[in-house]
């Protein structure tokens, strides 16, 4: 490969200097002239009858603009299965139901409104587990389904099932079983910026809203469907993100706080905006999904495994969102997370009286490989392997096909496994294990790994998995981009600058890229799926080609040179045997523009990755390319206190080609440390669906001082369809975290946690358990 | 009932009426319109407020406005000079890859400085203890760890 300026090189974020400095617009920060502020009022019951509801006294307060409750606004379906709407009506089915809203002139007075708003309710039994909800006896959560036929029960209608191979012959091929449950639970984005939003019309009812949403071509057609619903037919919606503290996947929905600013601000006639306070945004932010997994698992006499058998029930909370389909990705690793060849997936949805849930960064996979990755380690143990060497027999190759049709093309899964057992010193480990050397008085260290595959070539979720770019040339040789990419802080605007400055030509300072403006922007499917990276780089590499071709072919007829010869670096162009003889771009530009019959230089493409939506058997090459990684711990377990403290955290990701290492580190760190946190602290509380610990004291988020000594290990293996080799890790580095400490915890003290998070009570009572059984 | 207070913010001397029920960040954000310092929780619990007061890192969320009445207030757009050279603490933020997000970044600077301006050659240990109050959701604290170091090896250098 040609030497590179700029791909691959560690240059700082092109958003930094706004963000240190505080100067960086949050949604926080903004205002607009003769703004509104909006407030909810949830429900305090998560099941209830709304026999009443009285705003008289709310209306009448000074400085109110606007009171509405769900029976004063149309029918605004929301959600993937459209069961929810932005204000209920008739009824609350969890504690994070938007039952009314108020408009007014300050945050202070539209709070005393809220208060003034007196609901009567007539609570209702709920069901607070899906075992319970679909027990033939409980509670309907929604007695209609939305085009109003009667339910019978609590089940979703949509069930997951995924049949590879013979299930019975794989079974009946192996030498040893094992079968395990396991089970994760509701945890919070805790994204640093709590969400808002302001929602603006014009005199002619056009909408601006100034938003976060990870969406924002997706979220304008949720818009104009709610727009509609007011009678506002065929109006224009613009989406303006502001800069976004933190996304995590909580943005992939638009959300019913977005659709009453709407409302309010169609009341008013004024912009409104909604802020959410922190409290807020734990109890009315979707979670990531609880799950209840079964497991059974095999392999044969040469420890080559046979089967995967997982079953799951998820809690779908009261209302369903685009997070109900996080099994397609679930999916993934239970059928493709190393070589196996008979597999069987199921995963069913309870409606709940508890909060729903939504994407969140893995899309289901830390879950899914949580119960793998754990189960890997029993299968190892009972057919008397080494958990590494187990790993490694069975790991995926390059250019092989999975039962889910998947086609790996690199695959760099091998070598993570291999580097991370040399980084934590496993063998050594080994050795000392066998002589009690990895206890000290209480505390006894421990070793476990577990690996990941997730997508990394984008993911045809939606019949598009494309995206637009715009490329535009000014007299002075700048460059402006214009993506769909939403930058959540990920660093996805600055990679995209350095591959956009390498494959034109360009200086890095001449290249301004603009986003975050459906105005502006040409379309993209969404922020999701670790996929902005690979796609906005391959739209930036078509786009990009044709610009410079565009450039070359113009400098050509002003030099006299033939395009072919001509070479464009470092916003100079010159004949490649005469470098000498270089001058600046800005002066073809400019001559381009000047001349008689002149011309601009601006150039547009749309990349859509060679990738396949899942067919009717959930089977497909759902990405053009797979993301691999392997993260491994060395955890010391206190048996008389129950802690764990991670003493070595190994993180090595198959990444294709790092096109910022700073950045992709970056990644790494941070999902590694969510992932911990996953593992061992975060759990949002819920007793009979009311929310315990909806703040920072008590919803344990990993703090400085809780040290997770990560190093990321890069494996390049230069993927073929990615942008100079790269693949997504976006979401990769926090889904093998909890498996890995959990074998760890296992190895060191012999006790097998099933249940997210691993809190030292819980270790703790296994420990006792064991100790009683052993006695 | 408002009351008249007189203060030094960023250097210079200023004053302002505020409501008793006003916290130090209402007033930065809304009377002097200094959004550098966030609201992340609003009861001191993620530290994306944190200012610094007569030399010690406080949430300005948590810190009556009425308190800061002759005090010394440092804001984060008090650190970088009029032409644009960051102060070596942000600049190793830049350079380090300490940033994500960002909405925990002004914060975390301030209890940076708080800290080297007391500590000028503190441990890792020291630097976890002093960002213990700033959550980060991105990072996962390595880098901006890392950057604090830096910065503390720069400062003394120029010293």
Known sequence: ????????????????????????????????????????????????????????????????????????????????????????????????????AVAAIDPDIAAEALELIEVDYEPLPGVFTPEEALAPD?????????????????RL???????????????????????????????????????????????????????????????????????????????????????????????????????????????????????????????????????LTEIAMGCDAEGRLTFREVRMLLDNGAYTSWGATTPSVMMVPISSLYRVPHVYYRAELAYTNNLYSQAFRGYGNPQATFAVESA????????????????????????????????????????????????????????????????????????????????????RVYRSDGHGMMMKLDDFGKLSVFTGAVEIGQGTISTLRQVVAECVGLRLEDVHIVFHDTDLCPWDVGTHASRQAFISCNAALACGRKLREKILERAAEQLGVPAE??????????????????????????RAHFAPRGTILMAEAFYDPPNQMLDKELKGNLSCAWAFGCHGVEVEVDTETGQVRILNYQAAHDVGTALNPMFLEGQIYGAAVMGTGYALTEELVLKEGQILNGNFTDYK?????????????????HDPAGPYGAKGIGEPGCVPSAPAIANAIYDAVGVRLRDLPMTPERLLKALREKEKQAA | M?????????????????????????????????????????????????????GLAVNACLLPALEVDGARVETIEGLAAPDGTLHPIQQAFVDLGAIQCGFCTPGMVMSAKALLDHNPSPSEEEIRTAIEGNLCRCTGYHQIVEAIKHAARNLQGTE
């Open chain 1, 701 to 717: 988020l990993l703090t400085a001082k809780d040290v997770v000594p990560v190093t990321p290990i890069i494996v390049e293996t």
């Open chain 1, 157 to 291: 209608p949509l069930v997951w099932e995924l049949k590879c191979g013979d299930l019975e012959e794989g079974k009946a091929r192996s030498r040893y079983t094992i079968r395990e449950r396991f089970s994760t639970t509701f945890v919070s984005h805790c994204c640093l910026g709590t969400s808002g939003v302001i929602a603006e019309f014009d005199l002619e009812h056009n909408l601006t809203m100034y938003s976060v949403t990870q969406i924002p071509f997706l979220a304008q057609n949720d818009y104009r469907a709610a727009l509609e619903a007011l009678g506002l037919k065929d109006r224009r919606v613009r989406v303006v993100c502001q800069t976004i503290g933190g996304g995590f996947g909580s943005k992939l929905d638009t959300h019913c706080y977005e659709f009453i600013a709407i409302l309010l601000a169609f009341a008013t006639g004024k912009p409104v905006k909604i802020q959410f306070s922190r409290e807020e945004e734990f109890r009315a932010q979707p979670t990531r999904q609880p799950t």
């Open chain 1, 565 to 590: 010869e001509l070479e464009l670096k470092e916003s100079r162009i010159y004949p490649r045997s005469k470098p000498e003889e270089s001058v600046p771009l800005a002066k073809v530009l400019r």
């Open chain 1, 376 to 459: 890997m380690d029993l299968l190892a143990a009972e057919a008397g392997w080494d958990p590494v060497e187990f790993r490694l027999h069975n790991a995926n190759q390059p250019n092989e096909v999975t039962p889910q049709k998947f086609h790996i093309t690199s695959c760099g899964l091998k070598e993570c496994i291999e580097r991370v057992r040399d980084g934590l010193g496993w063998e050594e480990h080994q050795r000392r294990k066998a002589t009690g050397d990895n206890r000290r008085g209480s505390k006894v260290r421990g070793m476990g790994l577990a690996s990941l595959i997730h997508v990394g070539g984008g993911a």
């Open chain 2, 2 to 54: 408002k009351e008249t207070i007189h203060f030094v913010l960023n250097g210079l001397e200023v004053s302002a009426e505020v409501a008793p029920h006003h916290s130090l960040l209402t007033l930065l954000r809304e009377q002097f319109d200094l959004y550098g310092a966030k609201e992340g929780c609003g009861v001191g619990e993620c530290g994306a407020c944190t200012v610094i007061v007569d």
């Open chain 1, 1 to 100: 490969m040609a030497e590179l300026n700029y791909v691959g090189k560690r240059i700082p974020r092109c958003d930094a200097q706004a963000k240190v400095t505080g100067r960086a617009v949050y949604i926080n920060d903004r205002k607009r002239p003769g703004m509104l502020y909006g407030a909810i009022l949830y429900s305090p019951h998560p099941h209830a009858r709304i026999r009443h509801i009285d705003v008289s006294k709310a209306r009448a307060l000074p400085g109110v603009r606007a009171v509405i409750t769900g029976e004063d606004i149309p029918d605004i379906p929301l959600g993937f299965m459209k069961d929810n709407r932005p204000l209920k009506k008739g009824k609350v089915r969890s504690v994070r139901d938007e039952v009314a």
């Open chain 1, 138 to 154: 409980a509670p309907l959560i929604h007695e209609v389904d939305p085009k109003g036929r009667p339910r019978k029960d609590n």
